[in-house]
């Protein structure tokens, strides 16, 4: 079966970490490989904050978005898989009008809105809620959307020879080059690169991958 045109790295597979909502460049480097491994075992780091943040912009420049946690008891026994979502603040209806604020004026939000939405719900039940389901969900529709088909897995392998496996767990993927694209506010910030996919994917819709091709194409993996 024939790769998406976004994939040029086939004979290595890329270990992420989970993502909220994740980068532009995060998944410039998803979208390059054929195999990626999503390391939802990985332990618990409270420095690790794209897990559960992520940045977008609106009229006032670049905002950060977080989803509360239950913090671990014993951080350095807890993986990642075994965070919770915290209720607190109700932050799924902050994050929902935030993002109808800051890119509903945008070609392509109500186009897209929709597909997220069900990860924006009311929570009513104890803070049972995984952070790592909650971010493997949205990934999936934002692999869909973006046209992504790498092999995805969620756990390391125990037996895997490491020159067949490139850990970006601690990268900041600023040595993706960006490329410049539309955003509907650019006339009062610039140019803003290094957001929330979402950024790209409301400004540019179907155009999104052509952007993240052309990042791919500029970049030495």
């Not at 618990?44 to 977080?66: A, E």
């Not at 109808?100 to 939405?117: H, K, N, Q, V």
Request: charged share 20%; aromatic share 10%.
């Amino acid at each position: 079966m024939p790769h998406s045109p976004l994939t040029t790295i086939t004979d290595k597979s890329a270990l992420l970490p989970p993502a909220y909502c994740g980068g532009i460049n995060y998944y410039a480097v998803m979208a390059a490989h054929s195999h990626v491994i999503i390391d939802c075992n990985q332990r618990y780091n409270k420095r690790m904050k794209t897990t559960h943040r992520c940045l977008i912009t609106d009229t006032h420049g670049v905002l950060t978005l977080t989803v509360p946690i239950e913090k671990p008891i014993r951080s350095h026994q807890t993986a990642w898989n075994d965070i919770k979502v915290s209720r607190h603040g109700e932050w799924w209806n902050v994050h929902r009008v935030t993002l109808e604020s800051a890119y509903g004026r945008t070609p392509f939000f109500e186009f897209y809105i929709d597909r997220f939405l069900p990860f924006l719900r009311q929570r009513n039940n104890a803070n049972d809620e995984s952070l790592t389901d909650l971010d493997c969900g949205i990934d999936n529709v934002i692999r869909d959307i973006l046209g992504i088909d790498s092999q995805i897995s969620y756990h390391l392998p125990e037996k895997t020879a490491d020159d067949n496996i490139k850990d970006y767990r601690s990268n900041d993927f600023s040595f993706v080059t960006p490329v410049e694209y539309y955003q509907v506010r650019q006339s009062r910030h610039g140019f803003l690169p290094c957001l929330s996919v979402l950024d790209l994917i409301f400004n540019m819709g179907p155009e999104a991958p052509l952007v993240l091709k052309e990042m791919i194409d500029r970049t030495s993996f």
